[in-house]
């Protein structure tokens, strides 16, 4: 076979269902034993643990701020070549990006020349349903609409009036998802646990029954197919001498950008850990504290002073580390959950974190660091209480549109932590960044 089905799942809004059906195509491709290979649109590292869950295969993000246009063709080539079916769940409306069009769903389906299938939330519309899919058919030519997929229809009579929309439009209509309460867009904490993990498959395969049942899934894989690349050009490699690099993974840290990890396995070899059940820090040249759920974890990461410990001893001793948001907080002096119980951490930063008043602050990033241009994203409801007195800070990030960002990067000897959570996977050498 020299052919493979791909297609980003788009929308006309976010809250459209974009998820919901993106986690059931791809759960309902699996059980027909077909390669599946999910990707997501944008910075998001909680809908890739979905996709991962559905798909039985990472998902990896696409993202036109953190990354060039030919790295993105790089990853889509490179996870797609082997596959049946790649399917690329988009971000927010098809046209949101971060400067206009730019970093958009619409701009990646458009420089991975593949067909896009919209997203409607029709709870309270019937044809006139044909004027916003004109609109979004006929808005940028350089991308074709393909199909169309209603969410939150009431009945097959709501479905008729719908249907009718698309065919004077001149887009197929593929099918739809009924209101239901049961298949909600999953918690964005589940699957952290093993019961979490047995609840989201449980959902997973309730809407994957559904989305056999109500879409023309084999009508979708056929628009959708195309010859498969038969070459991918390949980055250049990374040139550092090899180390180890201990990176922490458990339920309180596991926010990560699958090449990320790929990246690191480039500098040498990767040794995972829990700062929750693990007693000390594996031999490293390299600590990765990424971003996760640490608040839910506050008293096991508080008990568990011997990984404090050698995290502390490994640090003080000049050890190299990058601390992510999660991470940069369990290096703090200590957390404040929502209810005001304050719980000690590793007390490498002279600061306190806290979960009090949660305010979500979120966005791009972009800062030049060593001579390094760096990007990242911001996504965190928690906030630093008191400002680090022991770390440097003076260096100025931006967000997208090139304003600046109060957002802090801390360099504690060779420690380096802040919110962002920093894309690397397109650097030459990340050790570059502690010169």
């Known amino acids: 076979m020299n052919r493979q089905s791909q297609f980003l799942i788009g929308a006309a809004n976010s809250g459209s269902g974009k998820t919901t059906i993106t986690i059931g195509l791809l759960k309902a491709l699996k059980k027909r034993g077909m390669k599946i290979q999910p990707f997501k ?16 295969n990472p998902s990896i993000n696409l993202d036109q701020f953190l990354s060039s246009e030919q790295h993105i063709e790089y990853l889509f080539n490179k996870y797609s070549q082997d596959k049946d079916v790649s399917i690329v769940e988009g971000v927010m409306g098809l046209f949101d990006g971060y400067n206009k069009m730019e970093g958009s769903s619409a701009r990646i389906a458009q420089i991975l020349d593949i067909p896009v299938i919209l997203v409607v939330n029709a709870k309270s519309m019937a044809y006139s349903s044909a004027a916003l899919l004109y609109g979004f058919k006929n808005f940028y030519p350089q991308i074709k609409v393909k199909g ?4 939150f229809v009431g009945s097959e009579s709501h479905y008729s009036f719908l249907k009718d929309a698309c065919d004077d439009v001149g887009i197929e209509a593929l099918g ?5 309460i049961e298949i909600e867009t999953p918690s964005r904490h589940l699957g952290l646990s093993l019961d979490g993990e047995k609840q989201f498959d449980k959902l997973a395969n309730k809407i994957a029954d559904l989305v056999e049942k109500t879409l023309d899934i084999d009508r979708l894989l056929e628009i959708s197919s195309k010859e498969r690349e038969k070459q991918i050009i390949k980055p250049k490699a990374v040139n550092s001498p090899k180390i180890k690099i201990a ?11 699958h090449e990320n990890i790929e990246y690191l396995k480039q500098l040498g070899e990767v040794i995972f850990f829990s700062p929750i059940k693990d007693n000390k820090l594996p031999d490293t040249d390299l600590l990765y504290l990424p971003g996760g759920y640490p608040e839910l974890y506050l008293s096991e990461l508080a008990a568990n002073n011997s990984m404090k410990h050698s995290i502390e001893t490994y640090i003080e001793n000049g050890g190299k580390a990058i601390a992510e948001c999660g991470g940069m ?9 929502q209810q005001g119980n304050t719980y000690p951490m590793a007390g490498l930063l002279k600061q306190k974190t806290t979960m009090m008043q949660m305010k979500l602050k979120l966005g791009y990033r972009k800062f030049c660091y060593n001579q390094l ?22 260096i100025s990030i931006y967000n997208a549109k090139g304003q600046p960002a109060n957002t802090k990067l801390f360099r504690y000897k060779n420690l380096i932590a802040g919110y962002t959570h920093i894309y690397w996977a397109e650097m030459e050498n990340l050790m570059d960044i502690f010169n």
């Open 41 to 56: 649109c944008g910075p998001d590292y909680i809908d890739t643990k979905f996709h991962e869950a559905a798909a039985q």
């Open 148 to 151: 169309v997929i209603f969410n």
């Open 176 to 180: 739809y998802l009924p209101k239901n």
């Open 247 to 257: 990176v922490a993974r458990d339920a309180a840290f596991n926010f990560v950008y």
């Open 329 to 337: 907080m369990y290096l703090s002096e200590s957390i404040t959950d």
């Open 373 to 394: 241009q760096l990007a990242g994203h911001e996504f965190h409801y928690s906030a630093i209480e008191e400002n680090c007195t022991n770390a440097e800070t003076d």
